[in-house]
């Protein structure tokens, strides 16, 4: 004899329910309705009102389940027989709204189109052009290889070793330059960055009425690499041009040209975010306020005509175990939405009374709080705290943030008070942002004048919040 743990398909189910954020959720349950066929819906319990809110620290209680011994009942006709139940009422049912619209059908077709990507963009533009079949087949080969940023990084040498019968070496060297002149934006299709800017500077320069861009393509062709360390008195001394030159020349190539010309093309998608929980202030008491955004999700139901059907002795054995079976699985799941809502709930308190100086002031008094010991506060395993913030936004006076944001270490500063690494961020940034930008501060400044706030940091330690905000060295920061 041995002990060993095993998951249960019901907790597993709860685990899966308990992780998915609100529009995976609605997806989950449409896939167990049409799989289901003792499942229905009604309407929504969570209309908004107070049964959908919370005032923080205050107990919720979860939608009652449903007992393993009673279904829930529906209103069903006296004359509904057990085809009907079979038959008419999922068999090539439409779901429809009151007004007899079908909900799926409007949003497919309000559904925004699959953009183009880049590669077709180009292929488009090449299409229209008339040129030889030869130059024409190598552009097609190029255009292949242009990454997201609009370059082609990979040498002849390995493109070649790809190339399809009719193509030479020869095609794709001529073709090249012509890509580059006859392809749009400016700078597609550049090998390297310098080649990248010089093109869309002799796009500039053909403009009509166009300022004169010498001092411009100097820089660029023979001083980028200073410029990219912002060693401008190096570049002065070499060049003979003066600091404010080649500050306002720097300055219109920030204004003009763009380092990714094939993101001008194709832009990343951005993901549709939806709350899963708003906070907001109670304009008569000023506590906060937690409401889940579940008003869509439907109220799940067991057709009361196969709970009938599934105790009646009349009917076959395979059918009664096929109805039991999907009984059991109907009751999980309605108990699993009902404990993910009230876990939410019990976690989203715990943290807007932690976390109540981030709402009422601002980033920099964001407080640690690990998952453990909101875990031990509410007698739950972290995991499942783990599980309950994955994926998960809410909505707050401040906008919209990842759940697991509020979830940091952190550290004390000198007066004892408790300051997530989020917040210490934050001072950092304050102190970049309004440092004077002829003389910037360097690590060790920036140790000095944190520890003027109360907070002890070592050098290396703010050299990696720098890096991880994407804030370049003193040096590099640095106004002439």
């Known amino acids: 004899m041995n002990q060993q743990m095993k998951l249960v398909p ?55 389940a449903a007992a393993d011994d009673a279904a829930p009942a529906v209103d069903t006709p006296p004359d509904l027989t057990w085809e009907d139940g079979l038959f008419g009422n999922r068999i090539g049912k439409v779901n429809r709204s009151d007004d007899g619209r079908d909900p799926k059908m409007e949003a497919m077709a309000n559904a925004a189109a699959r953009s183009a990507s880049l590669e077709e963009e180009l292929l488009g533009q090449w299409n229209l052009l008339d040129l030889d079949e030869a130059t024409m087949a190598a552009g097609r080969q190029l ?12 040498s002849l040498d390995v493109i070649c070793r790809q190339l399809p019968p009719g193509v030479k070496r020869q095609d794709l060297e001529r073709t090249i330059p012509i890509l580059q002149k006859r392809l749009e934006p400016p700078g597609i299709c550049a090998r ?52 404010e030159q080649i500050n306002r020349a720097r300055a219109y190539m920030a204004r003009h040209l763009t380092p990714r010309p ?32 579940d008003d869509r999700i439907p109220r799940l139901c067991i057709n009361d005509v196969y709970t009938r ?87 707050t006076p401040r906008g919209v943030f990842p759940l697991r944001q509020f979830f940091t270490g952190g550290m004390e500063n000198a007066s004892g008070e408790s300051m997530s690494w989020d917040a210490v961020k934050a001072r950092l940034l304050d102190l970049i942002e309004h440092e004077n930008k002829k003389q ?18 070592a050098r290396r330690t703010v050299a990696k919040y720098r890096k991880l905000c994407k804030i370049a060295p003193a040096r590099r920061r640095r106004e002439f």
């Open 309 to 395: 059907m599934a105790r009646t002795k009349a009917v076959d054995t395979k059918t009664r175990q096929f109805l039991s079976g999907n009984i059991r699985n109907a009751r999980w799941l309605i108990d699993s939405i009902a404990q993910r809502r009230n876990t939410l709930l019990r976690v989203l308190r715990v943290v807007v009374d932690r976390q109540k100086e981030f709402i009422d002031l601002g980033p920099e008094h964001l407080k640690p709080l690990p998952m453990t010991g909101v875990a031990d506060q509410l007698g739950i395993h972290v995991a499942t705290v783990s599980r309950a913030v994955a994926e998960k936004y809410v909505q």
């Open 192 to 243: 390297n960055m310098r080649e990248c800017l010089l093109l869309q500077l002799q796009a500039l320069a053909e403009e009509p009425g166009a300022p004169d861009l010498s001092i411009a393509t100097d820089l660029v062709m023979h001083h980028l690499d200073d410029l990219e360390m912002n060693r401008l008195p190096n570049i002065a001394r070499k060049s003979g041009y003066s600091v």
């Open 10 to 64: 019901r907790m597993i189910q709860s685990m899966e329910i308990l992780q998915l954020p609100i529009m995976a959720l609605e997806e989950r349950i449409d896939e167990e309705l049409a799989a289901n066929p003792v499942l229905e819906k009604l309407d929504s319990p969570y209309d908004a009102g107070p049964d959908n809110s919370t005032v923080a620290g205050m107990p919720v209680d979860a939608p009652p």
């Open 143 to 154: 255009i292949d290889w242009v990454d997201e940023d609009g370059f082609i990084r990979d």
């Open 262 to 293: 094939g993101r001008l093309l194709v832009s990343a998608p951005v993901p549709a975010v939806t709350p899963d929980a708003i906070i907001e202030p109670d304009e008569q008491t000023g506590e906060y306020l937690i409401r889940l955004t």
């Open 440 to 457: 910037p501060l360097s690590d060790d400044d920036l140790v000095d004048k944190l520890k003027e706030q109360g907070i002890t940091l």
